[in-house]
């Protein structure tokens, strides 16, 4: 697996869990400029093992050219029960494209940390996998996995640098002296 993000902001760890984990504006504006349409979330539910789980069905626009432009995918969340509001979120997140070549070989499992720093810094880590549902040809898994650390390098780097615009609002006239 690959760390996308590994950083500190100046965000309090609840307000970073609500900016990617609940309909924020923050996250409605980023699946804009993503281009990523059709949207349809689940609320958070509680599972048997007293994790919480939901789910998204979105379309994602795709710039490689070796790909349609479009497909659907489906992303399934669990924030586990170990997690601590405000102190400690820990989210595993499988998301599966649906119409992309191969999409019945892969899938991608990121797992999202937040951790408290102090009262109004958090640290967020992001931590990306490609898995194999099946063992296609060598061949075919490199070209998968080549493309798939391409896509994801460029979505996690948007979201790091759109995490830095909200950090500066947010901040505006009463952050750290
Ligand atoms: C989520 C992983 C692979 C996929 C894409 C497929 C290449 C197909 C390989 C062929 C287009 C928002 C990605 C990047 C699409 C976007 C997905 C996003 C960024 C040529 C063999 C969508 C996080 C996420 C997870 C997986 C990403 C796909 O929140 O390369």
């Given at each position: 697996g690959r760390l996308y993000v590994n950083r500190v902001f100046n965000i309090s760890a609840e307000k970073m869990f609500e900016l990617l984990f609940t309909e924020s504006h923050f996250i409605r504006r980023f699946m804009n400029a993503r281009k990523i349409t059709n949207a349809i979330l689940t609320p958070w539910q509680s599972d048997a093992s007293g994790s919480m789980k939901r789910s998204l069905n979105y379309t994602i626009t795709i710039?490689?050219?070796?790909?349609?432009?479009f497909s659907t995918a489906t992303e399934n969340q669990i924030l586990y029960k170990e997690s601590r509001e405000g102190q400690y979120y820990l989210v595993d997140s499988e998301v599966y494209?649906?119409?992309?070549?191969?999409?019945?070989?892969f899938y991608t499992q990121n797992r999202y940390c937040i951790i408290r720093h102090s009262k109004r810094k958090c640290r967020l880590r992001v931590y990306t996998d490609v898995k194999y549902k099946k063992q296609p040809w060598g061949l075919v898994k490199s070209f998968i996995t080549k493309n798939s650390w391409s896509g994801l390098e460029d979505y996690f780097r948007h979201l790091e640098s759109e995490l830095m615009e909200e950090e500066a609002e947010l901040n505006q006239g009463c952050g750290d002296p």
């Open positions: 710039t490689n050219p070796l790909v349609g432009k494209t649906h119409d992309v070549p191969y999409h019945d070989y």
